[in-house]
């Protein structure tokens, strides 16, 4: 799969804040590039575009992946936009982040596919398995998976834990106990505008 392996912060300098991609912040506030300080008015193509871009990268997705989300949110019952963040929300490497066992979204994606990461009691190693409601997540028993995740839970990516989501810290379980709210989704982002910019290609 391509990554993007370039500067992050300057991908935050020009989206705004990505709290799956990075936990630093930058000093400068103009946007990257030679004429970062423009102040001209971005057409409405451009808005969408930049919201798809937080999207894409906040939760390391490339075109075809995110793609063939907005064709399955589409065919679910209800808003399009709040379905397609609940899919991206209920990935593993993302439910592995939320639950505080890694810093950022890639970090969490590293842990499950080295096969560190169980989900009821079976080693999973795609970061993109959609989590279901009961389902209990735990780290591998050998030393060197438990003090990974350890380490990592010392200084968690986001302040709080959302409500569809719990974790027993000390035993190093986590479990989904439904679909997560609008209002717990981290990133800043206007979901409606992603599903625009793809209806009308």
Partial sequence: M????????????????LPG???KISK????????GNKNKKPSEYAVRLEEKQKLRFNYGLN????LRYIKTAKKVQGSTGSVLLQLLEMRLDNTVFRLGMAPTIPAARQLVNHGHICINNKTVSIASYQCKPGDIITVKPQANSQNLVTKY?????LANIPSHLELDSKKLVGKVNGVIDREWVALQLNELLVVEYYSRK
């Fill in 21 to 23: 991609l990075t936990r």
């Fill in 153 to 157: 839970l010392m200084f968690p990516g």
């Fill in 2 to 17: 391509s990554r993007y392996r370039g500067p992050r912060l300057r991908l935050c300098r020009r989206l705004g804040d």
């Fill in 63 to 66: 075109e075809k992946q995110l």
């Fill in 28 to 35: 400068k506030q103009t946007s990257p590039g030679e004429h």
